[in-house]
């Protein structure tokens, strides 16, 4: 088990970077960032030299792998850094320098417990991407297919277990002070932050995630799914089908080739829908070096390591609260909210319905080049503190990945009204899940599930009492002993974490010193 004294050196060293590249600025003047924070931060930035502008995208890639990951999840999160500092984030690329060719073939041929060269006839030794958790190499089977190999980097799951364990434990210590940070639920964030990371550093589960988006997707008119070949892929090697198409953010060379532009943003704005609204089950990292378009068009998705899902009961709440955004019903809109317990029942349907107004009217009928989603999105953030409306984090994937499709969709096609595009077929989804007949069908077979599983149901019921709300069951989170506990329990043992945080922001203090000198 890690100490605490550990986790505050690795805080310290974070911070002083973070305080480098100015971006601890906002946290410091934020009036809603508790006392404590507010001076562990002064203390953190003693004698750097600070930007004009923060560069959070630029502290993050500085501070490691596990720290790109989570910025890249905090730009879900305006409510928790600020807008300044989510829309910088969304800028975060996930690129390393890659491991030497070496290293790499030791990876694969520790996972498969054979030469490499009995698995592929050949593996280029220049890899065509290099990330924090995995590196890609063009290779051939011992078939003579040509293949994408995606392979962890040497040590990555150490590290980033070791990281993890310090947001843990950070993120425990702020809820505890309560307020504005207790609802922001900065647990819940690295729980879910853990969990996809996990899944990532398996690729056998990213592998899972690809063939199960596949099977989802296959009527969708020109969008695809690599293959995976299962016989050369394991947790740490996953082989799949290389794909033959320009990225879809080289507008130049999509147009050179002969491309539709506006149909291609259609589509792709069609697509995330379907997987979000429809499967309940999508492709969370979709930012413009990850969909390709091929010869005819097609558009093809590659890096299911992050991915989404929404149950059935959320799904119905989503496409009711976008339908409603679009055709300006903000009463039934503010309703879904309270069925959902996102929003209290203390507070006032009729007035969530009038800041809903607030920030829907002003959207509605425009391009997206004059009003966003992401705007629309800011705006929401911006009243559910006054509505007490706790975080939801199961929702946060799927804003992040609005905020990505409406990026590209822009991109390809200034002109696209994602409204317009999104209205038709969220009408016709909710017709055909919600409208009569699907509701007596769906009654007819919930009530025949329900009789059969009435003496189960009994049983259970008083376990299962109080309902929950709109928010699946949060998941279960660390325990984690606070610092004054741990005081409480050894008498003055806080005075030693005192003397190591002082020291080591004191280390780290001459650290940079010494490296302005040098």
């Known amino acids: 088990m890690t100490q605490p004294a550990t986790h505050i050196w690795r805080l310290l060293a974070w911070g002083r970077t973070l305080a480098r590249h100015g971006a601890l600025r906002g946290i410091e003047r934020d009036p809603n960032t508790p006392g404590p924070v507010q001076r562990l931060v002064r203390w953190a930035r003693l004698g750097t030299i600070q930007p004009r502008e923060p560069d959070y995208a630029g502290a993050f890639r500085a501070i490691g792998p596990a720290a790109i990951k989570l910025g890249q999840t905090l730009a879900t999160r305006p409510d928790l850094v600020g807008e300044d500092a989510a829309r910088n984030l ?71 277990e070791r990281d993890i364990a310090t947001y843990e434990w950070a993120a425990a210590h702020l809820e505890a002070l309560g307020g504005e940070a207790q609802r922001l639920r900065p647990r819940l964030t690295i729980a879910n932050f853990k969990r996809w990371t996990n899944s990532e550093l398996d690729l056998r589960r990213e592998a899972a995630s690809a063939s199960e988006l596949a099977a989802s997707m296959r009527g969708v008119e020109k969008y695809c799914i690599p293959d995976i070949d299962w016989d050369r892929t394991n947790g740490r090697v996953m082989t799949i089908e290389w794909i033959d198409g320009i990225k879809i953010s080289d507008r130049e060379a999509l147009i050179a080739a002969g491309h539709d532009l506006p149909d291609i943003a259609r589509r792709l704005v069609i697509a995330f829908l379907t997987q979000a609204i429809s499967a309940g089950f999508f492709h969370a990292d979709m930012h413009q070096g990850n969909l390709f378009v091929k010869a005819d068009g097609t558009i093809a998705a590659i890096d299911f390591g992050i991915m989404g899902r929404i149950d059935r009961r959320a799904r119905q709440w989503l496409a009711e609260i976008l339908y409603g955004l679009i055709t300006g019903d903000y009463r039934r809109v503010a309703e879904i909210h309270f069925e959902a317990r996102y929003v209290p029942s203390y507070h006032s349907v009729e007035e969530f319905a009038t800041a809903l107004r607030a920030v829907g009217e002003p959207m509605r009928g425009k391009p997206v080049s004059e009003l966003s989603v992401g705007q629309m999105l800011d705006g929401l953030f911006a009243i559910t503190r006054d509505f007490d409306m706790q975080t939801q984090p199961h929702l946060l994937l799927l804003q992040k990945t609005m905020v990505m499709v409406e990026g590209i969709a822009t991109q390809l096609d200034p002109t696209i009204n994602m409204w317009d595009v999104s209205a038709p077929f969220v009408r016709s989804w909710i017709r055909d899940e919600l409208g009569p007949e699907a509701a007596l069908a769906d009654r007819i077979r919930t009530d025949v599930e329900t009789l059969l599983r009435l003496p189960d149901l009994v049983r259970r019921i008083e376990e299962r009492y109080p309902a929950k709300g709109g928010a699946p069951e949060p998941p279960p989170l660390p325990d984690i002993e606070l610092v004054w506990e741990r005081r409480e329990r050894k008498g003055n043992g806080l005075l030693g974490y005192l003397v190591a945080a002082l020291g080591g922001g004191a280390l780290v203090w001459l650290g940079s010193i010494a490296g302005w000198l040098g």
């Open 90 to 160: 969304l800028s975060l690329q996930d690129s390393l320098p890659p491991v030497p060719f070496a290293a790499i073939r030791e990876q694969i041929e520790r996972g498969f417990e054979q030469p490499l060269e009995d698995v592929f006839a050949h593996v280029d030794p220049e890899p065509v991407g290099a990330a924090s958790i995995a590196q890609v190499h063009r290779g051939v089977t011992t078939e003579g297919r040509t293949v994408a190999i995606k392979v962890l980097r040497p040590g990555i799951r150490e590290k980033f």
